[in-house]
Nanobody
């Protein structure tokens, strides 16, 4: 599984950024696509994910109402629109994908290298 992540950068408090990630792999085996983030000295944390075959989306409480995740099945792409950014959002954002062979198999988790998001105060 390969990831092509883009869209990180430097933005001021209150600004916006859009992250995109194109994932290789069998789309028939995709289960969820999403984003985690890791700030310096902190553990990696869940940000948001979206069901590949359905409509379910999940967000961390810290980003609800500010971030929106979406998918493009034709392009195997997941996008994260981030608005009203604050310095606490500064982190490396990693695109993630879960694949599973069938509904009876556990999902296998993959993640990309990440893209840096820096929010200045």
């Amino acid at each position: 599984v390969q990831f092509e992540e883009s869209g990180g950068g430097l933005v001021q408090t209150g600004g916006s950024l859009k992250l995109s990630c194109t994932v290789s792999g069998d789309p028939n085996s995709m289960y969820t696509l999403g984003w985690f983030r890791q700030a310096p000295g902190k553990e990696r944390e869940f940000v948001a994910d979206v069901s590949w075959s359905g409509a379910a989306v999940y967000y961390a409480d810290s980003v609800k109402g500010r971030f929106t995740i979406s998918k493009d099945k034709a392009k195997n792409t997941v996008t994260l629109d981030m608005n009203n950014l604050v310095p606490e959002d500064t982190a490396v954002y990693l695109c993630t994908a879960d694949f599973r062979r069938s509904a009876y198999d556990p999902p296998i988790h993959y993640r990309g290298r990440g893209t840096q998001v820096t929010v200045s105060s």
